[in-house]
């Protein structure tokens, strides 16, 4: 087979769960590892007429922090109830709406919450047991995690408040990740990466250089 040049660009999603995904355990250094992950559902909303709305979308007014075992006064992952109502008491003037995701699987139930027009946070429930929650997404800059992160932040300060993490690419996605052990928190990056000569995509191997100026675009807990 002739060798070829292969070029990604990480593109922006609306929205995406990381299903069973294998995240390795060595984290002591910065070595990529390549996985294969599980086809990564999109969510999609319902038409409006299938949707609860708890309140119309204002601006946030609580600050919203999210951490390992919780969000504000909500613990992760939530009890097993509807959580509708405690969402929006949690984000005040925003819009709490209950929806159904969908992927290449079963359709998933998912909480979204919007605030002037735009997606703060989705909360994607388990599909075979839907008061289980399965990934909590932050979308918008306007929530910060416990370690003082936030959307859009360069790669260099989740070193700089985290310490060396673990590289997770997804070659048939381009979903690039960056992760810790023993943390339920974990970061979707966004950039452009460099051409590889290689012959099939399973051979990349991306090193924390190739993702130098890179930056945040989603936070995740899982």
């Known amino acids: 087979m002739n060798r070829t040049s292969a070029y990604f660009l990480i593109s922006l999603l609306t929205a995406c ?17 390549n996985i294969a992950l599980k086809e990564i559902p999109v969510l999609a909303q319902l038409p409006q007429d299938s949707t609860i709305s708890s ?5 946030l007014v609580n600050a919203i922090g999210l951490a390992e075992s919780n ?34 699987g079963p ?6 919450v919007t605030c002037s ?8 429930m388990d ?13 918008d800059s306007s929530i910060e995690d416990e370690y003082g992160l936030r959307v859009g932040d360069d790669f260099s300060k989740i070193k700089d408040s985290r310490g060396v993490g673990l ?5 048939y996605h ?21 051409s590889f000569d290689i012959e099939t995509v399973e051979e990349v191997v991306i090193n924390e250089s190739d993702i130098s100026d890179w930056k945040i675009q989603y936070i995740n807990w899982r």
């Open 17 to 33: 769960n990381f299903h069973e995904g294998q995240i390795p355990d060595d984290s002591s250094n910065s070595d990529t590892v």
């Open 167 to 171: 590289i997770v690419f997804d070659p």
């Open 107 to 112: 359709d998933f139930p998912l909480y979204s």
């Open 117 to 124: 027009n735009k997606d703060l946070v989705f909360f994607s």
């Open 71 to 104: 969000i504000n006064e909500i613990p992760l992952p939530f009890p097993l109830k509807d959580m509708t109502a405690d969402l929006a008491t949690l984000f005040g003037n925003c819009s709490v709406q209950k929806e159904m995701g969908q992927q290449d």
């Open 174 to 194: 381009y979903h690039m990740y960056y992760t810790y052990d023993n943390s339920k928190i974990y970061y979707e990056l966004i950039g452009e990466l460099r």
């Open 127 to 139: 599909y075979e047991d839907t008061l289980i929650l399965d990934n909590v997404r932050i979308t």
């Open 55 to 59: 309140s119309t979308s204002g601006e």
